[in-house]
């Protein structure tokens, strides 16, 4: 389906497993590159938080672009979770992925992914949101899942395909995949453009 792409080398570069399976699903050739010490902060105030996951992955995509080849089309992306109009990133520790879990509990919060598409030539950048909703956690359901799971490298202190999202996750409004970390629905689309044709 998307034949025409193979005059790029696709990079992903993301150490996050759940963006490398998804984007595998997609039955595209890539490769994964992953660049240490890229700068992930972003200027609080100054954004509104729906904006902040774009801001990053496009600053991922500036970080790899001094190294990249004119063959290439580099994939960058960067997932948040939003509710009350605080951005929730990764948990540092457990207290604070507990934290995290009581905010969201009872609750519906947006998930909010920015990808970057880049070549030596275009660029496309986006956002997807997704809705998702959580049953009332009570605190052993939360303490159980922050133990076993240990969910510090995902934002919101969560992944919707563990444990907490089957006992807890009640509604989505969106992309399912979104929430894991890369919209690949859309992804495909976007590629589509590379390659030449509409989606």
């Given at each position: 389906m998307l034949d025409n792409l193979k005059k790029y080398k696709i990079i992903l570069a993301s150490n996050s497993p759940r963006r490398r399976e998804l984007?595998?699903?997609l039955g595209i050739d890539?490769?994964?590159r992953v660049l240490e010490d890229i700068d992930e902060t972003y200027p609080e105030g100054s954004l509104k938080p729906q904006e902040v996951p774009l801001y990053i992955s496009t600053k991922k995509a500036e970080a790899n672009r001094r190294i990249m080849g004119d063959d290439e089309l580099l994939?960058?992306?960067?997932?948040v979770v939003i509710v009350d109009d605080e951005v929730l990133g990764k948990p540092v520790d457990a207290a604070d992925a507990v934290r995290m879990l009581r905010k969201l509990s009872g609750r519906t919060h947006s998930?909010?992914?920015?990808?970057?598409l880049a070549t030596s030539g275009m660029q496309r950048n986006?956002?997807?949101t997704t809705g998702v909703t959580f049953k009332e956690l009570t605190d052993e359901e939360i303490?159980?899942?922050v133990t076993e799971y240990k969910p510090f490298d995902k934002a919101g202190a969560?992944?919707?395909?563990?444990w907490i999202g089957y006992i807890g996750v009640t509604g989505l409004d969106g992309s399912y995949f979104n929430v894991m970390g890369l919209p690949v629905q859309r992804i495909y689309c976007e590629l589509q453009h590379f390659a030449g044709g509409d989606c």
């Open positions: 984007l595998a699903g890539f490769e994964v994939i960058t992306a960067d997932t998930v909010v992914t920015g990808v970057c986006f956002t997807v303490e159980y899942y969560y992944g919707i395909q563990e």
